[in-house]
């Protein structure tokens, strides 16, 4: 199962501007649109790794644009278990009858699972689709260096070049940065946070 990015909004109109920013902002496929009650509405998409992340941040984005009160929580599972799909996107097991969910269970699926701050950074109109150094340094701090070089693996040689230049620390620059294969940008981004981790 590829990785799953949930956005949720107080809301319809903020989750349709969300499900929008977020098809146009990587190569995600929407997955379900749920509305989980008391005006609050889930949308799910799913994609490599670093394109959910990309576009989780782009609808983020663009539900603060309209309302920065009606984003409620976002999240990204990066390898979810394969027996999740029968919770996500309305799949089932096999000779399974549906097991009604006690309703204390019910409340605690609907509270947010992460609560984002002001600190973290979200994409600009700009620069959707594209990922910058700010994000990547959320990522160290959520997921360590190990996760983060996984997710950096996962991106097109041109993304990388891309997000390269951002960083004037790194031992090329330039033109080398443009010719710079994907091992060689790998590798400057594990010596930049080996360092700073």
């Given at each position: 199962?590829?990785?799953?990015?949930?956005?949720?909004?107080?809301?319809l109109l903020v989750a349709i501007e969300a499900a929008d920013a977020m098809l146009k902002a990587a190569d995600v496929s929407l997955v379900e649109k749920t509305t989980v009650g008391g005006g609050l509405i889930s949308v799910t998409v799913t994609g490599d790794v670093a394109a959910v992340k990309a576009a989780v941040d782009a609808g983020a984005a663009a539900v603060e644009r309209l309302d920065a009160t009606a984003l409620i929580t976002r999240h990204v599972i990066p390898r979810p278990h394969e027996e999740l799909v029968v919770?996500?996107?309305?799949?089932?097991?096999?000779?399974?009858?549906?097991?009604?969910?006690p309703a204390q269970e019910l409340e605690i699926q609907a509270q947010p699972v992460v609560v984002l701050t002001e600190e973290e950074p979200s994409c600009d109109t700009e620069t959707v689709g594209t990922i910058k150094k700010e994000?990547?340094?959320?990522?160290?701090k959520q997921d360590g260096l190990h996760e983060t070089m996984k997710i950096l693996e996962d991106m097109k040689v041109?993304?990388?070049?891309?997000?390269?230049?951002e960083y004037h620390e790194f031992s090329i620059a330039g033109?080398?940065?443009?010719?710079?294969?994907?091992?060689?940008?790998?590798?400057?981004f594990g010596k930049y946070y080996g360092q700073n981790d």
């Open positions: 199962m590829q990785a799953l990015g949930f956005i949720e909004t107080k809301g919770i996500i996107g309305g799949g089932t097991e096999p000779d399974d009858e549906p097991v009604p969910v994000t990547v340094d959320v990522w160290m041109t993304e990388l070049r891309t997000l390269a230049r033109r080398e940065i443009s010719k710079a294969n994907k091992t060689l940008l790998l590798e400057e």
